[in-house]
């Protein structure tokens, strides 16, 4: 993933922030041929800044609603 507004190389010097970073870059501007991890995505979801639309969509995929 190319970012040219972010020193990627200053963000990686706090692995917690460079995750949740690269998770919403990933979210809201494409995959790329990336793939989420569930386990990443879980841990992380209460301090992601994504788009509301997006935020409701992947939380119905991650926790289904039992019946």
């Given amino acids: 993933m190319y970012n040219w507004n972010t020193d990627t190389k ?15 870059q990933l979210i809201n501007y494409g995959l790329d041929g990336e793939k989420l991890n569930r386990n990443i995505l879980i841990r992380y979801w209460s301090k992601l800044r994504i788009d509301p639309i997006y935020k409701e969509y992947l ?5 289904p609603k039992q019946s």
């Avoid at 200053?10 to 919403?24: A, D, G, H, Q, S």
């Avoid at 939380?59 to 926790?63: A, E, G, M, T, V």
């Fill in 10 to 24: 200053e963000l990686e010097k706090n692995p917690e922030e460079y995750t949740i970073w690269k998770l919403e």
């Fill in 59 to 63: 939380h119905f995929l991650l926790w």
